[in-house]
């Protein structure tokens, strides 16, 4: 048996190893969830069935193991392989969808089909269907490699000490999970909110490194080993390739996926940002629409109809417009249209400062200080001006008030210091995501109500009743279960989305239709929206109701909303563009 102190150095290298493979492991893990959820657009699935399958996969990867009777050869070149496919694998994944995005194009082309073709065949639709699910067998892939490690460097250390090790699985255990912790911190703290091909360059760096490592020790161990150091001379090529060009190459492969050119990309602590823009002539300015997470957010051809619909009624409804409260609606937009009312005081909680520095030249927080939320770089600049320009420097006003943070928490200090508001406008994105779920539920609505005058409104975006009809229901049932005495819903068509929904209540008093009834003229001058546009968006076909005893409440801690939205939207808008008959 070797000497302690070899043996210890044996440890140290092989534990470390070990931690740093885990750490690499964990974080590619996460960056195939992110990507999935961007490119499938239903996130949270999205995270979770990657999880899942790689979970999965590494299982079997641990049986496969068994197979290779070189544990030294198997483990060096295995890790090499991992490498490999973790740099690669997003870059791959978005090229391929991009190819498949552009096919039935370029087959227009082939065959000179008159402009406008839309080429939609069963092939066309399966190939686009095949490619959805590329990211999940990558991740697969990934997980079988992965799983391989830990048997594979246990016979490692066990040969190398030439005996049996009683507490061997335990050591190596040890070192995975501490490992993977260290990954998760560097993920949440670095990595979240770097671009996704620099984030795999930088962990397949960190993975070759420790191959490198591994492959200098046990040299005259590995069978093959200078082709392998030869295959390791070519992904340190590869790696400054892709940190030279990889993020060009991903935007390009980007832009397929939306209808139009993608101008932005970024991504922030909390979610990915895109913005888009469709020239239609050049004595007209250009269409912009902005997506979080892959979901369209709006779109500067008709935000006016969707931000009108939100804020008019509710403003119309409330018997003042001194204090009013702006829970989400980061892009100012809502804000815009609010300030036109002319209130003393506007306070907005969001929870993104990347998306509000992307819509305001700063951001005033809660002690009155400027936070430069500013994104970097020419392109962002020039959006950030189209931005300010879209929501008429609502940001600049100095009766506005920016908090940064949940709102779920942010409220409770608004509460404690008892103060009111006369109108209550949430404008959040839909509740796909269980962080975004609470925000929906009675408990939260209960706390908002204590924030509203008695004479009040509070008006909620409640997602699309046409395509989603439960969910729309079920915040409107939830909102009257939180113990609002009117509540109301109504629609809109907004053409970038279809029929869209809110949900409007009052505590005391009229309802939120009967106040906008009894007014002789509408308070604001609006070149679309009217008293009767409004009240017309209150009528609902006879039938729309007649399910509404099946329709459960939101509480706080179910995913029953969750779950409706999920089920109503399965594909997630602005992806893989379709062009309607």
């Known amino acids: 048996m070797p000497a302690k102190r070899q043996l210890f150095i044996h440890d140290v290298i092989l534990i470390g190893i070990m931690a740093v493979l885990a750490a690499c492991g964990l974080i590619y893990e996460y960056l195939l969830s992110h990507y999935a959820g961007r490119v499938l657009g239903a996130v949270e699935t999205a995270i979770y069935a990657m999880i899942g399958i790689m979970i999965v996969s590494m299982g079997i990867g641990a049986f496969a193991a068994r197979l290779f009777k070189h544990p030294f050869t198997a483990f060096a070149w295995l890790e090499a392989v991992i490498a490999l496919v973790g740099m690669s694998a997003i870059l791959l994944i978005a090229g391929l969808i991009a190819l498949i995005g552009t096919l039935p194009q370029v087959l227009t082309d082939i065959f000179n089909l008159p402009p406008g073709t839309v080429l939609d065949g069963n092939i066309l639709i399966n190939l686009q269907e095949m490619a959805e699910f590329t990211p999940y067998f990558a991740g697969f892939l990934l997980g079988f490699l992965i799983g391989m490690e830990i048997p594979l460097i246990a016979r490692v250390r066990q040969q190398v000490y030439g005996t049996f090790l009683e507490n061997n699985a335990g050591t190596i255990y040890g070192a995975d999970y501490i490992g993977a912790g260290v990954g998760a911190a560097i993920w949440v703290t670095f990595m979240l909110s770097m671009d ?45 390739l892709l940190a030279n060009k990889g993020q060009s190459w991903m935007q390009q492969f980007t832009n397929v996926l939306y209808k139009d050119q993608v101008i932005l990309s970024t991504q922030s602590n909390y979610q990915h940002i895109a ?6 002539s050049v004595d007209q300015p250009p269409i912009l629409d902005l997506y ?29 417009h001194d204090n009013i409260l702006l829970i989400g609606g980061g892009d100012g937009l809502a804000l815009r249209n609010v300030l036109k009312w002319n209130p003393k005081q506007v306070t907005l909680i969001d929870l993104d400062p990347t998306l509000v520095g992307l819509f305001s030249e700063s951001a005033f927080i809660e002690d009155g200080s400027v936070e430069d939320t500013s994104l970097e770089g020419k392109s962002a600049k020039r959006i950030n001006q189209q931005m300010v320009a879209l929501n008429e420097q609502a940001f600049s006003d100095p009766r506005v008030k920016v908090i940064l943070g949940d709102a779920f928490i942010e409220i409770n200090p608004l509460i404690a210091q008892q103060a009111k508001f006369d109108t209550i406008i949430i404008d959040l994105p839909d509740p796909s995501h269980p962080d975004l779920n609470k925000l929906y539920s009675d408990f ?21 009743p046409y395509h989603a009809k439960r969910a729309f229901q079920s915040i409107g049932k939830t909102v009257s279960a939180a113990g609002f005495g009117h509540v109301e819903q109504y629609r809109q068509n907004v053409p970038s989305f279809g029929e869209w929904g809110w949900t409007i209540a009052t505590k005391i008093g009229q309802s939120a239709s009967n106040r906008i009834k009894s007014q002789s003229h509408f308070p604001v001058e609006d070149s679309w929206i009217t008293s009767a546009i409004i009240l017309g968006a209150f009528a609902f076909p006879a039938n729309f109701y007649s399910n509404i005893n099946e329709i459960q409440v939101n509480y706080l801690g179910s995913s029953v909303l969750f779950q ?7 594909k997630d808008q602005g992806l893989y563009y379709q062009p309607q008959p």
């Open 196 to 240: 996704i091909t620099q984030a795999a360059v930088l962990t397949a760096l960190l993975n070759v490194l420790a191959g490198c490592v591994f492959l200098w020790r046990y040299f005259d161990k590995v069978k093959w080993a200078k082709a392998l150091v030869l295959f390791h001379v070519l992904l340190l090529a590869i790696l400054l």
């Open 275 to 280: 913005v888009t823009e469709r020239i239609i």
């Open 292 to 320: 979080l997470n892959g979901r369209l957010q709006f779109s500067s051809a008709d935000e006016h109809i969707y931000h009108a619909m939100l804020v008019y009624p509710a403003m119309a409804a409330s018997a003042r």
């Open 444 to 464: 939260f609505y209960t706390k908002v109500g204590r924030l509203l005058q008695g004479d009040g409104a509070m008006v909620i975006q409640s997602t699309s």
């Open 564 to 570: 409706y939205h999920h089920q109503a939207w399965q």
